[in-house]
């Protein structure tokens, strides 16, 4: 359709401003009191004890806080293992998919199945399957011969193991959703390319290399976008499964953010965290649409 | 000769392939599989061999009816009820205001259009602080209306996917529809929502999981346990209720993404329809 010129009370206003009056109160509003909040020093109880300190708290989260710091080092290793194990694994199978396989579709679907199940069962689920009271895994590997693996959820009480788990559940839980990304990527790949590779004497190999992988360009930007920001926002399972444990060893931003601002009733403090959260996020958007020549169109 | 080995080497690829993708199915199946499972069996036969597969003849509902009546019943429909209100108010909201970019050229359009979309970069967690707060100053912490309405503001994705599909609907039935004295909420409503049915149950699809599934929200707000989500209630009363009772445990587990489940069993067209969608915009 062709728009339609006019000024925002006769035309559109009937139609943006709902939308527009719960977005602006529920969201543009708490963002701004997260920035604002950050200069402050308050209990979040009652007025009387808020108090302006100026950048004070952020003072204090770089200099005197090493679990921000660690936090900081785990989202980002979160952040390294989703574009590196889950988007290449998401890479891997799509490609694998492209072939004439029996049941193509059907484990498509299934790979995907994890996404849609909520990251707190999967995080229960998990912490149950690697109970070495019950033994799950014992048993389960045993019967295939693999009884004297390593066992997991010992890694999970080592302090430098942990997060790893933790890593490794998440991009269980998100492959499915790269692999989504690269599947429609695939298909917009115009398949005369390939046709004329062949006529040249391409074979299986060099077409990937040579036409596959630098077509998916943009697709990259956008599976790496996502798991950016899964992995900055990541809180579930370091959460219900180590509770940030043991001892901060698996903190994220997320979780001390929680841990500052109600635990702690910190509200300064954790909005100063939350801002550094926002910024850090907003960076690394901005910079994948930047490099990666997202938007740009093919 | 080339021919022989270029099928020896993809009939070697091929099979490889099986492989790797019969381990990836297993590894991503097996989880969910074991909860389930684990739900239909009694206790001391779970105790006895937590990964054996139970006969057919030991497969109960026991765990099922305890939980449902120590509480599930109410998490259950708390989250359902919830979730409905939320794809309903979000699939509107958004498709009016996406309606309204479309149709409407205005000062300050793209202006506003940016502002909605920026929030697709901002993490819940950054503004969890204040969002408390904001909601306890309304008084509307520890209600279901406050929580449905917080999830009314998640609008941006909503407005980008339908602004973009109304622009795809053609001006003649627009302008025979003013000929005929429609008003342009009425064109909105009767013609051009009708019209994006596809661009609708991406939304709705979304929408539906995301709000199902969601921890952080439900943990901060809805603090009396009779309101509780289901997700919420399995992390703090369910998981405390029956911490070592694995049968009820997972049968809890197992309502919790049952639902979606079968629902991405049934609609998983709608699904991929939406992440292809969503990803060829790059």
Redesign the interface.
Known sequence: MQKYKTSFIKGPALFVLPALVIYVLFLVIPLMGSIGFSFFRWSGISLNDLKFVGLQNYKTIFLQDPVFWRALLNNLIFVGGAIVFQCTIGLIVALLLEQRLLFRNFLRGTYFLPAVVSLTIIGIVFEILLNPELGVLKGLLGRIGLGYFANPSQWLSDKNKAIYVLLAIQVWYGFGWSMFIFVSGLKSINPELYEAATMDGATGAKKIVYITLPSLKGTYAVAILFATLWAMRVFELPFIITRGGPGHATEVLATWIYSKGFTYTRVGYGSALATILLIFGISLSFLIFRYTGMGKGE | MIVEE?SIR?GL??FT??I??GI??V??????F??LMTSLKEYRL?LK????LPSLSALTLHNYGIIWREGVSTFFFNSIFITVCTVIGTLF??A??G???????????DA?FL??AM?L??????????????LHFLHLLSTRIGII??Y?????FG?IMTSNA??????DI?DTAHIDGCG??TV?LRIAFPLIKPTLATITIFTL?WS?????WPL?ILQKLGQQTI??A??GFL?GQYMVD?GC??AG?SI??LP??V??FFF?KY??QG??LG????
């Open positions: 270029r993809s690829l091929k392939s099986y790797i993708l990836l199915f590894a991503t199946i097996y989880p969910l074991w909860t779970i061999d937590p990964a054996a909201l958004s009016m205001a309606y309204g970019f479309a149709r409407f050229k205005f000062r300050g359009s506003l502002l909605f929030s970069v901002v993490v819940a967690p950054s503004i969890m602080i204040s969002e408390y707060l904001l309405l917080l009314w503001s998640g609008t941006a407005i109304f622009r795809g609907v053609p001006q627009i342009e909420f909105f999981v199902w599934n969601t921890l952080i901060l997700i919420v399995l992390l998981k694995w445990l997972t587990l919790g993404f979606m489940l629902g991405y998983q699904f991929v992440l292809t990803s060829m915009k790059g």
